[in-house]
């Protein structure tokens, strides 16, 4: 397993919970990991995506005049990986950008379309319409931290992720105060959000633990509960080969009893779980944390920040690629992508949320590029 921990106690060999590989740098891993063309084809077009949504960021963030010039733009252009610069990227999207020229700055400006911005106003309610839901994912989350607390900072990095609105601190934590607690951090400026005493954050049902009950009840379910007692769904990228042995190491892993992401990891639950037991609680605290955001995938960057706040002492990047049946991890983008492969299928959420619904409308537009011009121009008109 490529992780730090098993570097340290091992120093000799690379030792994976399902196979056994020998010792490779990072960037050899990644490259050699199986690729599945279905991820690969919507990272493709999402890196598009991430850069519409960093400029629609940019128009909307002037609530009295939402347009910016395209100078202002331009000098933008590398931050923002627009490689054929700014203007060129804002015309291959005119369905969600419209470019006008402002006589009174006498330079061209951008702003959002009717189509871009009725999306805009549809994500907005949808999250609005889904604050209990908001408030029990934000729980959830501390409740997979061993105090509790993490730090606001923390959030603001996942708060698009987790589907929180963009002035959650009001909306949700202050409207929330008998839930949520906020305090200065021993770091001066920063602070922490916790849950207040009190507040039950044992009793969560994971959603793997979810699936297993399901998978059990159905009519043609033909697996002896004791075998999917400890499992995770697995679905291998096609192409795949898979040994008779790393079949046989998969299934010694899918039994192997762990502590769950909402249960407390004592000292002697972790003497007692050993090495392979460990990195399964930490491959089920990552699984939970993917199925709370709202397009059941992240940034590994930004889920890495939390490793040590969750107490996991194993390298992220590593445990999604020693586990290629249940995340995938994509490069696309100058970016590392994890996905929860369970939830999607050709390409989409199998179980959308009203949320993702809005943001794969944009998708559709960014998908849709120059086609149909003349309907939308008719539209601005």
């Known amino acids: 397993m490529g992780t730090q921990l098993l570097k340290f106690l ?18 050899h891993y990644v490259s050699s990991r199986a690729r599945d063309p279905t991820f690969e084809k919507l990272m493709d077009n999402y890196k598009n995506l991430l850069k519409v949504i960093s400029i629609q960021d940019l128009i909307l963030a002037n609530p009295k005049n939402q347009a910016i010039s395209l100078d202002f733009l331009s000098n933008l252009s590398q931050k923002l990986h627009l490689n054929r610069g700014a203007a060129s990227f804002l015309r291959k999207y005119p369905h969600i950008f419209h470019i006008f020229y402002d ?26 319409a889904s ?103 697995h679905g291998f990228p096609p192409g795949m080969r898979l040994s008779k042995n790393f079949k046989a190491k998969v299934k010694e892993w899918q039994r192997l009893p762990y502590v769950g992401p909402y249960d407390e990891m004592t000292e002697i639950k972790r003497r007692k ?21 709202i397009e059941k995938m992240i940034e590994v960057e930004k889920i890495s920040h939390f490793r040590k706040l969750f107490g996991i002492d194993l390298n992220i990047r590593d445990l999604f690629l020693d586990h290629p049946g249940i995340f995938y991890l994509s490069t696309k983008g100058k970016r590392h992508t994890v996905f929860l492969r369970e939830a999607y299928e050709r390409g989409c959420l199998i179980n959308p949320n009203p949320v993702y619904n809005a943001r794969r409308r944009l998708f559709d537009l960014v998908l849709l590029q120059r086609r149909g011009l003349l309907v939308e121009d008719s539209e601005e008109n």
């Open 103 to 128: 006589p009174k700055h006498s330079k061209p400006f951008c702003r959002l379309t009717q189509s871009a911005l009725q999306i805009v106003h549809q994500e907005s309610e949808a999250i609005n």
């Open 131 to 233: 604050l209990p839901l908001v408030v029990d994912r934000l729980v959830r989350l501390l409740s997979m931290v061993p105090s509790k607390s993490l730090p606001l900072r923390a959030i603001f990095k996942v708060w698009r992720e987790l589907g929180l609105p963009d002035d959650f601190e009001d909306k949700v934590i202050s409207q929330n105060f008998q839930i949520f607690e906020v305090c200065d951090a021993p770091e001066p400026g920063t602070h922490i959000l916790k849950l207040v005493n009190g507040v039950r954050s044992s009793s969560f049902t994971s959603s793997v633990e979810n699936w297993r009950v399901e998978d059990c009840c159905k009519e043609d379910c033909s697996v002896d509960r004791t075998e999917i007692q400890f499992s995770f769904k």
């Open 273 to 293: 779980a050993g090495l392979m037991g460990i990195e399964k609680r930490a491959v089920s605290i990552v699984h939970e944390f993917l199925s709370l955001t």
């Open 10 to 27: 091992t120093k000799q060999t690379h030792v994976s919970a399902i196979g056994v590989r020998f010792k490779t740098t990072s960037s």
